[in-house]
């Protein structure tokens, strides 16, 4: 199993940034890709931003260019770099990774974000 912690999450003006970080832990061996996710209430889950094992980050359209994510393999930790918030970036946001050859799944357990205009 795989244990992922959300933290750095919070109040942040509209424009401002904030950082997040996913910390994993367990039996870690042999993830590749990890994500991003956010959900508003009522909506479904969508991908906020993806980093394969080697570093090659994807976004989608709606935080390109706002939005940065790294991760640490040595520290087993990813990040999500948010700048020029806006309300309605205010949602949970999720941690996310997997497994090479679909062998597993797994989820933190969401940091809210909250940005005030």
């Known amino acids: 199993q795989v244990q992922l912690v959300e933290s750095g999450g919070g109040l942040v003006q509209a424009g401002g940034s904030l950082r997040l970080s996913c910390a994993a832990s367990g039996s870690i061996r042999g993830i590749d890709v990890m994500s991003w996710y956010r959900q508003a209430p009522g909506k479904e889950r969508e991908l906020v931003a993806t980093i394969t094992s080697g570093g090659r980050p994807r976004y989608a359209d709606s935080v390109e260019g706002r939005f940065t994510i790294s991760r640490d393999n040595a520290k087993n930790t990813m990040y999500l770099e948010m700048s020029s918030l806006k309300p309605e970036d205010t949602v949970v946001y999720y941690c996310?990774?997997?497994?090479?050859?679909?062998?597993?799944?797994?989820w933190g357990q969401g940091i809210q974000v909250t940005v005030s205009s």
């Open positions: 996310y990774a997997r497994r090479i050859a679909g062998l597993g799944v797994y």
